[in-house]
């Protein structure tokens, strides 16, 4: 059985006004399309967009919300698909008059918590590349106060709104996408001590478990992260794909699998490590040069966390499983 059958997978809504930007995260994040070419996505006029990738670790939904749509129409069963959502993440257009859609958060985040209230709400301040750093630090006060305000008013300060600065123009949406699955990850604290085992008994300095297709991070060990490292992984992700696309395609295959791995040596000493881990996720390492000597280690301490991983996603698995079981009888 594959353990990362769709039980297991964070489901995630994408939701805000036309032309927030959604399709455009979407075929960026998802389908590697360069942030340039989001200016040529045609307008739709479908509401759901469902995202059918199976090459991902994260399944997810767009929603879009023309003033048509309402909660109170009962043929639109947003019920059903609150209660199987585990993040709902709002876009707001920070380039734009953000008011109505203020409005159309606070209806939808207030009419999710109340079919589901363990949704995690994540803002999403969009298109900040146009806006100077002190206008972004402004915007973001700015929406967070009013957007706490209106559940106040509301009574409902109970629910909590996590915001972040997002561009598809930098690695903002990426980090910001990766906080998101993250906190979706019931299984998080073992990945992440697992991580720290791997790399302290390997010389490793720092290491990611990445979704190869979205260039998501599920995990990373314990020591802080720093952008440029990051956007280093990803850049090696999009090489050895591209590569393996390019040169390594025969008949059928896929431009990763099970035999995909890496190396690539910088000029300061530091060696990048790419392996896989399971159909959807890689392992990408830092490593000085003098640790990479000791190669055959790295292999041995992978394996075994391999292995270990393999396991933990099989246990959730299964107790998802047997709660299903549970219940149906
Ligand atoms: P949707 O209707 O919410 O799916 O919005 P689209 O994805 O169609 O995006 C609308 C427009 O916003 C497009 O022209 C995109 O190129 C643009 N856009 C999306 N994301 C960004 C961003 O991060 N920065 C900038 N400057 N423009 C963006």
Redesign the pocket.
């Known amino acids: 059985t594959d353990p990362f059958s769709t039980e297991v997978k964070p489901r995630i809504l994408l939701m805000?006004?036309?032309?927030?930007?959604?399709?455009?995260?979407q075929k960026v994040v998802f389908h590697k399309m360069s942030?340039n070419e989001?200016?040529f996505?045609e307008?739709t006029n479908k509401i759901c967009r469902e995202d059918v990738s199976n090459s991902s670790f994260v399944n997810f939904q767009?929603w879009?919300f023309p003033g048509q749509i309402d909660f109170f129409d009962p043929t639109f069963d947003y019920e059903m698909i609150f209660r199987g959502t585990g993040a709902l993440i709002f876009?707001i257009?920070s380039?734009d008059d953000y008011m109505e859609a203020l409005a159309r958060l606070h209806l939808t985040v207030t009419s999710a918590y109340k079919v589901n209230p363990d949704i995690n709400f994540e803002v999403f301040i969009?298109?900040?590349?146009?806006l100077s750093d002190d206008h972004k630090i402004e915007t973001q006060r700015d929406i967070h106060q009013r957007a706490n305000d209106d559940l106040v008013d509301a009574g409902l300060e109970k629910i909590h709104l996590s915001f972040y600065l997002?561009?598809?123009?930098d690695h903002s949406?990426f980090e910001a996408f990766s906080k998101v699955v993250q906190k979706l990850i019931p299984q998080l604290p073992t990945l992440e001590n697992l991580l720290n085992i791997f790399i302290s008994n390997s010389g490793i300095e720092k290491v990611f478990l990445f979704d190869v297709v979205s260039k998501i991070y599920i995990a990373t060990d314990s020591s802080p992260v720093d952008m440029q490292t990051y956007e280093l992984c990803c850049d090696m992700i999009d090489v050895v794909i591209d590569i393996s696309c390019i040169y390594g395609l025969e008949g059928a295959g896929t431009p990763y699998d099970k035999e995909s791995l890496a190396i690539i040596k910088l000029n300061n000493t530091t060696v990048l490590y790419l392996k896989e881990v399971t159909k959807f996720l890689a392992l990408v390492c830092f490593v000085r040069e003098e640790s990479f000597e000791r190669k055959g280690l790295i292999d041995y301490n992978f394996h075994c966390f391999r292995k270990a991983i393999q396991e933990v996603f099989e246990v959730r698995v299964k107790v998802l499983r047997s709660r299903k079981h549970q219940s149906q009888t």
């Open positions: 805000g006004l036309r032309r927030s930007g959604k399709s455009s995260i942030p989001t200016l996505l307008s767009i879009d876009v257009d380039q969009h298109k900040v590349d146009g997002t561009s598809i123009y949406i």
